[in-house]
């Protein structure tokens, strides 16, 4: 069911320092504080052996891309160790919303309004423990992304003033594969500028040094630290 990393225990956590190195040259070439960005380490389909030289060291930030997988893999670990932050980094289906918010911290991913009236339900819920939630944002209009449109989220914005829900402190984006990301990272930390939103959810094992430069303040890097997936 999952992937185990062809990397030796030490070479993973020494690619885990690397990265950490990386973000405090990129935030210093920028003036700023490298403790300002949250390293999300993206452990989805690698199994808990892999993952956990890394929890070892005390990293707490990691990113799932599936609830199911998520639950079944980390409740155990999360109910003796109280500071793991877990981040769902994948797209959330709406009959999954509930269990979502019992299981991760932070939701990177709320792409529609179905997916926003579906999270309210469950935000005074006693066993929801999420923090914060991101709107996710598709910039270039990829059919094979989700996530709302420039237009359809600064209307959102906008008409709400962001009040659906006081949780709602960031936005996430993948840029296109093939192109140069900066420019979406630039546009993407305008319209939090804009709107008064405080983190920017953006940057992966590839280009996590170019977002830091633009402002991101939760990266999430997976493929630097564990090496290729299967």
Request: hydrophobic share 35%; with cysteine.
């Amino acid at each position: 069911m999952y992937n185990k990393s062809i990397l030796s225990s030490d070479q993973i956590v020494q690619n885990y320092y690397s990265v950490k190195e990386k973000i405090i040259r990129a935030a210093d070439s920028v003036l700023r504080d490298a403790g300002d960005i949250t390293l999300i380490v993206v452990s989805k389909t690698f199994d808990f052996d892999t993952i956990k030289p890394i929890i070892d060291i005390g990293h707490i930030d990691f990113g799932e891309n599936k609830v199911q997988e998520a639950d079944l893999k980390w409740s155990e670990h999360l109910q003796n160790n109280k500071l793991c932050r877990l981040h769902l980094i994948g797209h959330l289906q709406t009959n999954k919303v509930k269990r979502a918010t019992q299981i991760f911290h932070s939701i990177h991913t709320v792409d529609s309004l179905k997916r926003i009236n579906e999270i309210e339900k469950y935000k005074d819920d006693e066993a929801s423990i999420t923090e914060d939630l991101f709107f996710e944002i598709n910039m270039a209009m990829e059919e094979n992304k989700s996530g709302f449109s420039q237009s359809e989220l600064e209307l959102l914005l906008s008409e709400s003033n962001n009040s659906h829900s006081q949780n709602y402190k960031g936005l996430m984006c993948i840029p296109p594969f093939a192109e140069e990301p900066s420019p979406y990272f630039m546009f993407l930390a305008k319209i939090a500028s804009k709107y008064n939103l405080q983190n920017l959810s953006m940057g992966m094992s590839a280009d996590f040094e170019k977002a830091i430069q633009f402002g991101a303040t939760h990266i999430r890097v997976g493929s630097e630290i564990f090496g290729a997936r299967k």
